[in-house]
């Protein structure tokens, strides 16, 4: 299960992102925001990084504008380790590396098609396992 959470700058991306799933059979749960009407992205990045935090979702997905607020918000939640990806190289490194369990898109910034492909290369890419890597993200924590 994903958990997918934006506010209003991100809501179009969110949209795209969420008919991605649905066409990929991938079960997800929308956490809002629900429209263009402003609204405040911590409301939003918080609910997917519990979501994933607690276990109830496997990995998030938060967008914003930029991507960066939202994911600032996500990285305060324990347990929760958000990278903002405008490429694929990116997110297919976060998660080799750094086993990020949430990806952040900024909806000004990245193109649907590219966002797609992101969202493809971060929720196939497994966690590499190398000891120091683990160590690393162990540091983190």
């Known amino acids: 299960m994903i958990a997918i959470g934006s506010d209003h700058g991100g809501f179009a991306l969110k949209q795209c992102v969420v008919r991605h799933l649905e066409k990929q059979g991938i ?3 929308d956490m809002g925001c629900h429209g263009f009407e402003s ?6 990045g918080k609910a ?3 979501a994933v935090a607690e276990g109830r979702c496997e990995k998030g997905i938060v967008i914003c504008t930029t991507g960066i607020g939202i994911s600032m918000v996500a990285n305060k939640v324990k347990g929760v380790r958000c990278a903002v990806c405008a490429d694929t190289l990116t997110a297919k490194m976060t998660r080799l590396h750094n086993d990020a369990n949430v990806l952040s898109l900024g909806g000004g910034i990245v193109g649907p098609n590219l966002a797609l492909e992101i969202v493809d290369t971060f929720l196939n890419t497994d966690f590499s396992g190398e ?3 683990c ?5 983190m924590e």
């Open 135 to 139: 160590r690393r993200i162990s540091q």
């Open 48 to 50: 997917v990084a519990e």
């Open 39 to 44: 609204c405040d992205y911590p409301v939003y």
């Open 27 to 29: 079960p997800f749960e």
């Open 131 to 133: 000891e120091k890597h």
